[in-house]
């Protein structure tokens, strides 16, 4: 089906009434849960008079930092996303085995939401991007709005191609997909042919709220030095930094979690970051460049503040690919193998980097995607209501 554009209306003529509007979140890392959680924020400064139920595993520190409305959290997991050996490698056959066992206890996490809604009247689901997101709205027998730029069953399909004895998932999950009222598709999207009705939008991402000179003064690093900024979201790993001459001129950070970093560089804790008042998105504006594997929260952050990507391939993932498309048009990118990255020897591959002189093909793409959906959302729920 191809896809419509976002009808364009009033909503705000309109006097809003007191809604409940859950929000459903794969666990799966923090890119889905910052996208979605900066819409919520945009319904929010829109209606303050709407309160958010947030159904998802996702920690607790990072959607308080997040979001900024009105909301309580229902700490449940609601798909496994993809199993991951560590920060860099999936695991297809344990991915599938654990969604297996994950969707006999159905009935379980509907009881969950049963007792935990039964007080509230919800008008409206918005979820990234689990498929009992689209079964939860049906179930609730509310609008349901789906935001992503890839589905279960597009990232499982290539999974089942070698394991065929799960294809019943992907038959699972496109019925569960298909009761989405609306899907909000993103760019450099996979296959989302699972969604009877699909809206295209810009990118959607965090911004810098903090001038970078700020940010170096607050974590005292000096004003001249390049700083590489080294992270790879909620997964811990093992960083061996680069050694030689050329890295004393060179502010390496790196994220917490981490397992273990060897060589000289800090690791920035999130509580310390929370006491500074310093979001992630101040930490791309400030870094000279980004160490990281390529998902769609560090991608497009990295292209909103145009600081180049220093990146590490992601196997056995479809949305890798697509997200390449995107650094190729939007970022100055460079690949470095995860050889390199154990080893240390980094220098080449920057010099590389910082030897591109050509600017991206399009530095500067709309990224006003949760101001769509916001816009989009409230204007459907009102006209309905």
């Not at 050694?243 to 950070?253: A, E, R, S």
């Not at 220098?347 to 530095?363: H, I, M, N, S, Y």
Request: aromatic share 10%; proline share 6%.
């Amino acid at each position: 089906m191809e896809n419509i554009p976002i009808s364009q209306s009033g909503w705000h003529k309109v006097k809003l009434q007191k809604r409940e509007i859950l929000v459903a979140i794969t666990g799966h890392g923090f890119g889905h849960a910052s996208r979605v959680l900066q819409i919520v924020n945009r319904i929010y400064e829109r209606d303050p008079m709407i309160h958010f139920t947030i159904v998802t595993p996702v920690v607790e520190w990072f959607i308080r930092s997040t979001c900024h409305a009105s909301f309580e959290i229902i700490p449940l997991q609601l798909d496994v996303g993809a199993v991951q050996k560590d920060a860099l490698e999936l695991d297809p056959e344990a991915t599938l085995k654990k969604y297996a066992e994950f969707i006999l206890h159905r009935d379980i996490i509907f009881k969950t939401l049963e007792e935990s809604l039964k007080d509230k009247t919800i008008e409206a689901v918005l979820y990234d991007i689990p498929p009992l997101g689209g079964e939860i709205g049906a179930w609730l027998g509310v609008p349901t709005f789906g935001v992503t730029n890839f589905s279960w069953d597009w990232i499982y399909q290539e999974y089942i191609e070698i394991y065929p004895e799960y294809f019943w998932i992907l038959e699972e999950m496109k019925e569960q997909y298909q009761r989405t009222t609306v899907l909000y598709e993103l760019p450099y999207s996979g296959d989302l042919s699972s969604f009877p009705v699909r809206e295209s939008i810009s990118w959607i991402c965090r911004r810098a709220k903090t001038d970078p000179k700020d940010v170096r003064k607050k974590l005292n690093l000096d004003p001249q030095k390049p700083v590489a900024l080294i992270t790879f979201g909620g997964i811990g790993t093992t960083v061996k930094l680069p050694t030689g001459v050329w890295t004393k001129d060179i502010h390496f950070l790196v994220t917490a979690p981490v397992l273990q970093v060897i060589g000289e560089g800090e690791i920035l804790e999130n509580d310390y970051l929370h006491q500074l008042e310093i979001t992630f998105p101040d930490l791309i504006q400030m870094a000279s460049f980004v160490v990281s594997k390529p998902g769609y929260g560090i991608v497009s952050e990295c292209i909103a503040h145009q600081t180049p990507l220093l990146f590490i391939e992601r196997k056995k993932f479809r949305e890798y690919h697509k997200l390449l498309e995107a650094m190729q048009q939007h970022l100055k990118h460079q690949q470095l193998t995860t050889e390199a990255l154990e080893s240390g020897d980094w220098q080449g591959v920057l010099e590389k980097l910082f030897a591109k002189r050509t600017l991206p093909r399009d530095p500067d793409p709309t990224m006003e995607g949760d101001l769509e959906v916001a816009d989009s959302i409230l204007n459907f729920i009102t006209l309905r209501g």
